[in-house]
C-alpha cells in the first residue's frame, strides 16, 4: 500500500478510506494499535500472517502483543467507504478532527495529522532516506 491522504474524522468516529486503499485493504479489515503514535489496518491476508507469526513466539513473548489484539476491531466499509473507529482505537493515539491516512507497504496507518506532520519531517529527511537504503543494499 502506497501514498498519503488527508481526511477528517466525523463526529461519529467515522473515517473515509481512499480508494486505492480500499481496493488493498478490502471490504472487511482489522485495525489496531501500533508501537508508534498511529493505528494500523491490515488486509484479511496480512491479518491472518501476523496471527501466524504471534502463534509461533513462546507464550512469554505473545503476551506482549496482547494490547495490539486486545484493541484489534474488525471494521467493515459502509457504503461511502468509511470504517467506524471505536473511542478506545481513537483516544489510544489522540486521533482528532484531521487524520492522515497513508499506505506503508503491507498495511495503513492512521495518523493524528500533528503527530504524522513532526515524523515525517524526521523521517523524511535525505540522511534517513539514505540510511535505510544503505542498510536494504540500494
Known sequence: MTGTYQHTLDAKGRLFIPSKLREELGDTFYVTISREPCLCAYNEANWQRLCDKANELPYS???????????AAKVELDAQGRILL????????????????????NHAEFWNKADWDKICAIESAPENIAAVMDELGF
Request: net charge positive; aromatic share 4%.
Open 86 to 105: 471505536t473511542q478506545t482505537l481513537r483516544d489510544t493515539i489522540r486521533l482528532g478532527r484531521e487524520v492522515t491516512v497513508v499506505g506503508t507497504n
Open 61 to 71: 513473548l505473545q503476551s506482549k502483543l496482547r494490547p495490539m489484539f486486545a484493541n
